[in-house]
């Protein structure tokens, strides 16, 4: 079935310094969305991507959705200790579910 | 944004005995809910669709006898863990779709453990 792979799995950032996170889909998506999950916490909704080559900005975090809708990324610019958690992305083929990606938890050092 | 609750947060049970895990959407209706398993450090992997009024519809290796889901009301859908031993010990979340919207509203979550 559909899979939805995302690297790395961990990532140690030292703060003020950017990182990037990775999401390939084997199928052509419809949409993908990210969600970050707080230690301890639950997933809450980030963004959706819907358009191929769609890029959209909140504050210092960057989504980006493929040209061909199998892949996207999240770029997050001056890391700060607030952006700690694991970011999930979750791709929608052309059925309803959400399939989740392993997830990127990052660490950042001060 | 939308509320979701879930009850209980946490939950400690003898193994073979069943537990009963509610999720509710507080602010919207919800004719549709997930279940989701979450293992330590790992990703989310949903379990069931719950349906209001009609039978969840179950993932491929997720046994719909052992984890009941129930959707009896627009705001409510419950799990039950039936017969539970330790390898249901896990963190289930559920999770409601924004009524006219893409985004999920996810619970707090139930951490159970299975002794």
């Known amino acids: 079935g559909q899979q939805v792979m995302q690297i790395p799995q961990y990532q140690h950032v030292q703060e003020g310094e950017d990182f990037t996170t990775y999401c390939n889909s084997s199928?052509?998506?419809?949409?993908i969305q990210w969600y970050k999950q707080r230690p301890g916490g639950h997933p809450v909704f980030l963004i959706q991507?819907?358009?191929?080559?769609e890029v959209k900005k909140q504050k210092r975090l960057t989504f980006q959705f493929g040209e061909a809708k199998k892949n996207s990324s999240l770029h997050i610019t001056a890391t700060q200790t607030t952006d700690v958690g694991t970011y999930f992305c979750?791709?929608?083929?052309?059925?309803?579910?959400?399939?989740f990606g392993a997830g990127t938890t990052v660490t950042v050092r001060a | 944004g939308a509320v979701v609750s879930q009850h209980p947060s946490r939950v400690i049970c003898k193994s073979g005995t069943s537990v009963k895990i509610e999720c509710r959407s507080l602010?919207?209706?919800?004719?549709?809910m997930f279940w989701y398993r979450q293992f330590p450090k790992q990703s989310l992997m949903l379990m069931a669709t719950?349906?209001?009024?009609?039978?969840?519809?179950?993932e491929q290796g997720v046994e719909k006898d052992k984890f009941l889901i129930n959707h009896a009301s627009l705001t409510l859908s419950t799990l039950t863990v039936t017969s539970a031993h330790p390898e249901d010990s896990s963190f289930y979340i559920c999770?409601?779709?924004?009524?006219?919207?893409?985004?999920?509203?996810f619970g707090p979550g139930t951490r159970l453990t299975v002794t």
């Open positions: 999770s409601a779709r924004n009524p006219g919207g893409y985004e999920q509203y």
């Open positions: 199928t052509t998506l419809s949409n």
């Open positions: 991507l819907v358009k191929s080559g």
């Open positions: 979750a791709g929608r083929p052309n059925d309803y579910k959400l399939s």
């Open positions: 602010d919207f209706q919800a004719t549709t």
């Open positions: 719950s349906n209001e009024g009609s039978k969840a519809t179950y």
